[in-house]
């Protein structure tokens, strides 16, 4: 049986924002990834079946990847419908903001987010969660929001009313956040998850396909090149990075999503711990975005706090530089050196 994550009161709590709301909102954070979208689509599922219709708003573009996801073509998107979507926040009775732990993490819905009189409800597994809220629930230990979603939906004893609807999103966000369930994912209570999403009728073969055999050409023409041409290992730290320049994102017709994973792959070479993506912006200059993985105990989230202005989990970590490329390679240089030691052991 699955332990709780949440006390009585707050379960009550939980029930009666639900019950007494005529407006819903459901938010996350820039540049969704597939946690994100699975946790604010299984969680509006599970409002559904309880008669409550919620909106879905999310800061910018999410990965053509995951657009097979049921019911993406309701969500609205901030950068695009920012009116609409400012008078949405403005008048919703309660907010549910999935899969963030700050505001600044919803880019520039977060001066609506937070001036709103809605009541707000964080479901999170970021560490150091940092919204006023009337309800938090964060629990970094677990493998994603999603994977909060389901125990929660669980411990309300919702789950036998929930369908494939609710199962699919719920599982696509667990699997994504844990890279196919390679990190981050041996509580044995994760795999008592799947088991029970499985009898909604998912097809989990077919929802790894979606997501992971799902790119373009280019896609891989450009996985290629990063491999050959523009990785660099240091061999003496176990650790590598790569960039990916502007011209180098033409030159592949580059679209969101198709950087996704690259920061995996060099994480197969024997014995490295740490991998680091560099990528420009696409339209702003001097802004680099960051992405690492590391491997076992190595904490690539601290990596990310001290030289990337980032964060996150412990294999699994982002962040962003604000200067050129070369300088960008400069401060990974550093990083490596810093933690030498950690690197080595």
């Not at 994912?185 to 989990?204: A, E, H, M, R």
């Not at 198709?258 to 702003?284: C, F, H, W, Y």
Request: proline residues 3%.
């Amino acid at each position: 049986m699955l332990k709780n994550i949440m006390t009585e009161s707050e379960c009550s709590l939980l029930r009666s924002l639900i019950s007494n709301a005529g407006t819903i909102v459901l938010c996350c954070h820039q540049n969704p990834d597939g946690d994100a979208l699975g946790s604010c689509l299984g969680w509006s599922e599970y409002l559904q079946t309880l008669g409550k219709d919620a909106v879905i708003i999310v800061p910018d573009q999410f990965p053509d990847y995951l657009r097979w996801l049921p019911n993406t073509e309701k969500i609205i998107r901030y950068d695009k419908h920012q009116e609409r979507a400012d008078l949405l926040l403005k008048t919703a009775d309660v907010i549910f903001c999935l899969d963030f732990n700050t505001a600044a993490r919803t880019d520039k819905m977060a001066d609506t987010l937070l001036a709103t009189q809605a009541k707000r409800v964080l479901i999170d597994h970021h560490l150091g969660p940092d919204m006023p809220t009337v309800l938090t629930v964060s629990h970094p230990e677990a493998s994603s929001t999603s994977e909060l979603v389901f125990r929660i939906v669980w411990q309300l004893e919702a789950f036998e009313q929930q369908t494939k609807m609710f199962a699919v999103p719920v599982y696509c966000g667990m699997m994504t956040d844990t890279g196919g369930f390679t990190y981050n994912s041996s509580d044995p209570d994760i795999f008592f998850i799947i088991s029970q999403l499985l009898t909604k009728g998912i097809n989990k073969d077919k929802i790894y396909r979606n997501v992971y055999h799902n790119y373009s050409e280019n896609r891989l023409r450009l996985t290629g090149y990063v491999m050959l041409e523009k990785l660099v290992v240091d061999a003496a730290r176990h650790a590598s990075y790569f960039t990916l320049s502007r011209k180098d994102l033409r030159r592949f017709n580059f679209v969101k999503g198709d950087a996704e994973g690259l920061v995996n792959m060099p994480l197969q070479i024997k014995g490295l711990k740490l991998s680091v993506s560099l990528r420009e912006d696409t339209e702003k200059d001097n802004l680099i975005w960051v992405s690492l993985r590391s491997v076992d105990d190595f904490p690539c989230n601290k990596v990310a706090e001290q030289f990337f202005n980032g964060g996150g989990h412990l294999n699994a970590s982002g962040g962003r530089l604000y200067c050129s490329m070369d300088e960008a390679v400069k401060v990974v240089q550093q990083a490596f050196l810093h933690f030498e030691g950690m690197l080595k052991l």
